[in-house]
């Protein structure tokens, strides 16, 4: 880039054309951060240690426009909008009967491997059916007991879509 | 003869006056955004709050609601109501358990319909200090409100459930 080039792009002339280019940049700015790729900092520790207190990523929503929440993603759940998202893991689907044995997570009466939970863990829940339009979700820090571990059933429209990573 | 860079800035002027006048002009609205900001700023508490100031703050929260005030809390199957005098004194109890806690309210949209009555929902954040521990809680809800002798009182407050335990 010559210097002059250089000069002009670092210190533009204010013209109607540069403020026309700067509102549509922060128009597509802010479509984008709010409707597309929503930012997050992740509070507290209920996904360690897959994300920890004060982490940063984004949630992707077009993350479920051509696919169903799979068992084992990591989704943000909304409340009343985009600003406050619980991040949870999904552990079952409609239609499937969830249950915890010491610490153990059992899907449809399987035991399910899950390497993300590091954290010794005593839950235990009898057998509860997932219902349609529904999906169990589950922090993947497990120490927490059971009953304060934000834990349990969602709405599934209430998924905001996936994380970035 | 004016030249196309005033005709911009008088432009730019005018949407952001237009957007000034629109969030800040006096109303019902505004009113009522006022009386979210009041729950925002008397509910959080700081470090040491002298006991004077705990129960001054609790009046005031307490006088944003009607007398008596709905409370539904579908995570617990409640609902009942509540006079103004024993709402006071539960916000006292719920804030003693804190060191200090702020509170902030998001995502709020706010309806207002012709008979002097509002629905606002938000999310509801909650994060402060206990006993030695950090606590962070975030709460979805729906508030039924009323012109009751000129000012929006709360008539109707649940709290929703978003994750079912």
Sequence with gaps: MSPSRLRRFLLPEVNGRFVFRLLLAALTAAVVFTQVLIPLRIEGRNMAPTYGDGDFTFCWRGRYLFSEPARGDVVAIRYAGSRVMLLKRIVALAGDTVEFRNGALFVNGAWIREPYVRTPSDWNMAPRTVEPGKVYVAGDNRATALDRSHSGLVEQGRIMGGLVW | ?165
């Design chain 2, 1 to 165: 003869m004016v030249s196309g860079k005033t005709f911009l800035l008088a432009g730019l002027l005018a949407l952001v006056a237009g957007g000034l006048a629109v969030r800040y002009w006096p109303g019902d609205e505004r009113a009522i955004r006022n009386q979210l900001a009041l729950i925002e700023e008397v509910g959080s508490k700081e470090l040491a709050e002298p006991p004077v100031e705990a129960l001054v703050k609790a009046t005031r929260l307490a006088a944003l609601c009607s007398d008596p005030c709905r409370l539904i809390v579908a995570s617990v199957r409640h609902a009942g109501d509540y006079p103004r005098k024993q709402i006071q004194d539960r916000i006292v109890m719920v804030r003693s358990w804190y060191t200090q806690v702020r509170i902030s309210l998001h995502d709020i949209t706010l309806v207002l319909a012709e008979n002097n009555t509002a629905v606002v929902r938000g999310t509801i954040r909650l994060r402060g200090q206990g006993s030695g521990e950090a606590i962070a809680e975030a709460q979805e809800f729906r508030a039924e409100l009323g012109k009751i002798d000129g000012q929006w009182l709360i008539t109707a407050i649940e709290f929703i459930e978003v994750l079912e335990q």
